[in-house]
């Protein structure tokens, strides 16, 4: 295979998160007419000065088809990272790369969007509270088990403890009547970016008692997609 073929099909494995950034670079070392190549900072479309293709069109590299993020690929990142084989400032990385080459070329899947390009691009910021282990694992389990979008959506923003508390919190108060239906409007499309209309458990909040463990109740089953 040809150097530029290489490093088209490399790009296109790393965008789509089917490998790490590490695993890119070990294979590319593989290949003789590549060496030397070993800098694991640089980013995948750097390849092209470090092997020689200065030459060719950069735009080819930024519009390689299907190279973009997928579901499975994410997972593999996730779990990578979860292994300590991917550090928070490389996965972060690939995020913010996400957010540049989606311009003309989005993925169709919303909640792989959702995570890399609106989570991932900003998980090096305070992970202490918002990109833990055990947050990281309810993301893989979202994408893994996976649901309708809206739903997809909804546990992505529960998946942080203090979302999840805050959510049944406000819930047991707006059945209480301490907060009217418009101001629960307000709340939901603040927090899961979603109208009363889009979102997928109104039937459940309508018949909801107005009880702290009824509304804990109801927003486990949320983040179990159920």
């Known amino acids: 295979m040809e150097p530029k073929q290489i490093v088209i099909e490399s790009i296109k494995q790393y965008r789509q998160g089917v490998k790490t950034v590490h695993e890119l670079f ?5 290949y003789d007419d590549l060496q030397p190549f070993s800098d694991t900072s640089a980013l995948p479309y750097e390849i092209m000065s470090k092997v020689g293709l200065g ?9 390689i088809p299907d190279a973009v993020a997928t579901r499975s690929g994410l ?29 003309g070329m989005q993925t169709e899947d919303e909640t792989v969007d959702l995570l890399a390009g609106n989570i991932i691009a900003q998980c090096d910021i305070e992970p202490e509270n918002s990109f833990t282990k055990d947050i990281v694992k309810q993301f893989i389990r979202i994408l893994q088990v996976g649901s ?11 998946a942080y403890p203090d979302s999840f508390r805050s959510f049944y919190y406000y819930t047991t108060d707006f059945k209480l009547g301490k907060h009217n239906k418009q101001e629960y409007e307000k709340y939901i ?3 899961f970016w979603l109208s009363l209309v889009e ?8 018949a909801c ?4 463990e009824a509304t804990k109740a109801l927003a486990s089953n949320m983040l179990l997609m159920k």
Do not use: M
């Open 55 to 63: 030459a060719y069109d950069c735009t080819e590299f930024f519009e």
């Open 199 to 206: 979102f997928p458990y109104w039937n459940e909040v309508d």
């Open 75 to 103: 997972i593999h990142l996730l779990e990578e990272y979860l292994a300590d084989r991917l550090t928070i400032n490389e996965l972060n990385d690939w995020g913010e790369n996400h957010v540049a080459w989606e311009v």
């Open 209 to 212: 008692n107005p009880t702290h």
């Open 148 to 158: 309708n979008r809206l739903k997809e959506k909804v546990a992505i923003h529960l």
């Open 26 to 30: 070990q294979e590319l070392k593989s």
């Open 189 to 191: 499309a603040d927090k």
